[in-house]
């Protein structure tokens, strides 16, 4: 009879300790140390309706058949028995769609009677909005919005950083100022929308005319800049600019129209020009590019000291 209450009353308890970690939003498991999953509240078996008594959490929330490891995805469990009171991780989880969710992960010691580690209780925090919003801002603060090129902001920080890695390491380093021939006039033509349309094109060409360690940013306007990290001679940015030239010999097409459009190239070499300020560098290279425009357009010029 004892015994009868005695398990009477650990299922009561249970059954208590259930309804109250039900009753809580947010995901919660009780991890063992071999990964199986002891306990999980309402919360969590929605996100994973496959869930057993055998399961595994590697298994139900990135559908692995190993636990956790690396940087991308450190294992709470292992955080924890190496010492770590509480832990905070950010995985990338799947639901029970199968789309990606970035969670964070909050987990502390599950210990046993005699104080020994037996597992993990881990809290999970969907923070897929909070992320998207925060890459949202960064693309507000960082990116044309236009051309989802870097904008004026990113592209001093990138140049900066090109020009601290050249003088470093004893390395070439090029700025390329562009500047659409006539714009304007085919902007009044045609409205507003048809040039926006006309500059994504634009930003796409650049793109492709440059390696991927390159910059190419739009300031604003008409006007965009390229940072070449690495150039080893004069006559790689000459490369680069006659490409441009080349790519652009190609009418731009839009709604049925083939539209001409050239550009006038300013190129400002590191440290050839005996720059080490980023906005004198690009000075520099803006007056190459005027040059550029009063030789005919369609062309490119490097900076010179006028005497």
């Known amino acids: 009879m004892l ?26 498991m009780a991890i063992g140390r071999d990964f199986r999953i002891l306990m999980a509240n309402r919360a969590a078996r929605d996100l994973a309706p ?17 636990p956790c490891s690396g940087d991308d995805h450190p294992c709470p469990m292992q955080m924890v028995l190496e010492g770590r009171e509480t832990v905070s991780v950010i995985h990338t989880h799947f639901n029970a769609a199968g789309e990606p969710r970035q969670i964070e992960l909050l987990a502390s010691p599950l ?8 597992g993990i209780i881990q809290n999970a925090h969907d923070i ?33 950083h090109a020009l601290a890695q050249a003088r470093r390491f004893g390395r070439s380093m090029a700025v390329m100022f562009l500047d659409l021939d006539r714009f304007k006039l085919i902007n009044d033509a045609f409205g507003h929308s048809v040039g926006d ?58 709604d049925g ?31 190459a590019m005027y040059e550029a425009k009063e030789a005919g357009r369609n062309a490119y010029r490097f900076f010179q000291a006028r005497p």
Request: glycine share 6%; net charge negative; proline share 6%.
């Open 128 to 160: 897929t909005a909070l992320k998207e919003a925060e890459e949202q801002i960064r693309q507000l603060a960082y990116y044309d919005t236009l051309t989802g090129l870097p904008n004026r902001r990113l592209l001093l920080d990138r140049l900066s």
């Open 50 to 66: 496959e869930m057993t008594g055998a399961s595994c959490c590697y298994e139900v929330s990135h559908h692995l058949l190993t």
């Open 257 to 287: 129209l083939e539209i001409p459009m050239t550009t006038s190239i300013g190129i400002a070499l590191y440290p050839a020009n005996g720059s080490e300020d980023v906005e004198e560098l690009m000075i520099k290279a803006d007056m």
């Open 197 to 254: 349309e006309l500059l994504k094109q634009v930003a796409q060409r650049l793109t492709g005319c440059v390696r991927a360690g390159d910059t190419v940013a739009r300031p604003g306007g008409d006007e965009f800049v390229i940072v070449l990290t690495e150039v080893g001679h004069p006559l790689d940015a000459v490369r680069v600019a006659e490409k441009i030239i080349d790519t652009f010999s190609t009418p731009l097409p839009l």
């Open 3 to 28: 015994i009868e209450q005695a398990r009477n009353q650990v299922q009561q308890q249970n059954a208590f300790l259930q309804a109250v970690l039900d009753g809580t939003p947010e995901p919660i």
């Open 111 to 118: 210990r046993g009677p005699d104080g020994e580690i037996v």
